[in-house]
Nanobody, 115 residues
Framework: QVQLVESGGGLVQPGGSMRLSCAAS????????MRWYRQAPGKERELVAT???????NYADSVRGRFTISRDNAKNTVYLQMNGLKYEDTAVYYC?????????WGQGTQVTVSS
């Protein structure tokens, strides 16, 4: 079955960096787009970044220029490199894969930006 397992979250100071990882299994990783979402307390889940099967990337306006999504098809892993972190980046970050209009989610990893 499909499994998405995020890791790499934690506490970071404003302006700092962090890299999230999502290990995928149970499907053919290299032919699907992968996404990172986040959900802050009291807010709706929002799309942060997308990487297509061919490496095309899209970002939310709020993170463009600071975050980079990448993938390693040999490791079935997608990454989110986050630089210049801000207080408002605090959220639970989720890895996502959509297949036949069904969304698969990881368990999420907490990122807290605080001094």
């Amino acid at each position: 079955q499909v499994q998405l397992v995020e890791s790499g979250g934690g506490l970071v100071q404003p302006g700092g960096s962090m890299r999230l990882s999502c290990a995928a299994s149970g499907f053919t990783f290299n032919i699907v787009a992968m996404r990172w979402y986040r959900q802050a307390p009291g807010k709706e889940r929002e799309l942060v970044a997308t990487i297509t099967s061919t490496g095309g990337r899209n970002y939310a306006d709020s993170v463009r220029g600071r975050f980079t999504i990448s993938r390693d098809n040999a490791k079935n892993t997608v990454y989110l490199q986050m630089n210049g972190l801000k207080y408002e980046d605090t959220a639970v970050y989720y890895c996502n894969m959509r297949q036949r209009d069904y969304d698969y989610w990881g368990q999420g990893t907490q990122v807290t930006v605080s001094s």
